[in-house]
């Protein structure tokens, strides 16, 4: 009986749609003794993927042994009874983590890292916006008013990025990319991980674990979030470690809203305590039309949308191929997720 893998990533947003060049690559890499099933239905790319999986897929997965998707839904994983390893076209895994999967053996790889490096670009071009203040800038021009002196005044809030302090919080694929980027600038980077044996990331002065980082605010001017959201990521930078950064600090949440107590947030940029905000993520999405985010100038505000590239499908193919021709030889496979970490 042939081995069996189910491919259900023809995405109802078409950036994140399976190109053709994707398509052929991967049954051109095909190992011997795997049938390939392209599932037709449109799945859906927003968070960890579809939560009600197509009738299509729901007979596809039957015989499965391996799943490539957005993520996993729990009715999915019911229907393949002989699946052993499930591949995600996203970053996080949270769809994945049902208690029937945590008891199992199936192995669970990620694609953590394969948006690094567009959501660590547009996180530096926020940050240095607020610097050089292009949202004051942006304003004064939908207002059609020339006045400079915003930025003349003794309180302007522009900076150069060379000389600050940068503190990422989560310093895997996504921080490290971050981290490098800002230290190419002249930004003194440290960083935090669950296991900061794995050492310093290239462009990181110093990585410490997670009972360390919180002593490191007040030295941050700008502190990033690109953790995993996990039960202790909740909030991890709520009130207490809002007003530990320095006044003028910056706020870059790239990971998941889950992690940010925006009510908090709110109330320190609109009290003149923090420079603002550069969110792509938020606690709900969509975020909704009564937020007070979308009344604040200096919050630099996109809908969940910072890993947008055009190279996308160029870099999840590489990490898939090399996965599947490592699981077909029984060979150790890459970004594993450690189900009771939840990343």
């Not at 193919?317 to 021709?325: D, I, K, R, S, T």
Request: hydrophobic share 50%; proline share 8%; with cysteine.
């Amino acid at each position: 009986m042939p081995r069996v893998l189910v491919v259900d990533v023809r995405a109802q947003q078409p950036r994140w749609a399976i190109t053709p060049a994707a398509e052929a690559r991967l049954r051109a890499v095909t190992p011997a003794g795997w049938t390939v099933r392209m599932v037709q239905a449109p799945s859906s790319a927003d968070g960890d993927g579809s939560k009600a999986p197509s009738d299509e897929v729901m007979a596809a997965v039957r015989d499965a042994e391996a799943y490539f998707g957005f993520g996993m839904a729990r009715p999915l994983w019911m229907a393949a009874p002989r699946l052993k390893w499930v591949h995600s076209a996203a970053a996080g895994v949270a769809s994945l983590l049902f208690p029937e999967m945590l008891a199992s053996d199936v192995v669970i790889t990620n694609s953590a890292g394969v948006h690094a490096i567009p959501i660590a670009e547009q996180a530096l071009a926020g940050v240095l916006a607020l610097l050089r203040g292009l949202d004051i800038a942006g304003a004064l021009q939908r207002e059609g008013r020339w006045s400079r002196e915003p930025f003349l005044d003794p309180a302007s809030p522009m900076r150069e990025i060379g000389g600050l302090r940068a503190l990422v919080l989560g310093a895997g694929g996504l921080g490290a990319a971050l981290g490098a980027r800002l230290s190419a600038l002249g930004v003194t980077v440290s960083g935090s991980r669950r296991r900061p044996e794995r050492g310093t990331a290239p462009g990181f002065e110093r990585i410490v674990g997670p009972d360390g980082w919180r002593a490191l605010l007040p030295e941050s001017d700008i502190v990033a979030l690109c953790a995993p959201s996990t039960a202790e990521t909740q909030q991890m930078l709520g009130a207490a470690e809002l007003d530990a950064l320095p006044r003028g600090a910056i706020v870059v949440n790239m990971a998941r809203g889950a992690l940010l107590d925006e009510d908090a947030l709110v109330a320190r940029i609109r009290g003149g305590r923090l420079r603002g905000a550069v969110l792509d993520v938020f606690s709900r999405e969509p975020l909704p039309p009564a937020s007070p985010l979308w009344g604040l100038p200096s919050v630099i505000l996109t809908p969940h949308v910072s890993g947008v590239t055009d190279r996308y499908w160029e870099r999840e193919m590489a990490l898939f191929e090399e996965n599947w021709l490592a699981y077909d030889r029984g060979l150790p496979m890459t970004n594993v997720v450690d189900k009771a970490a939840g990343y």
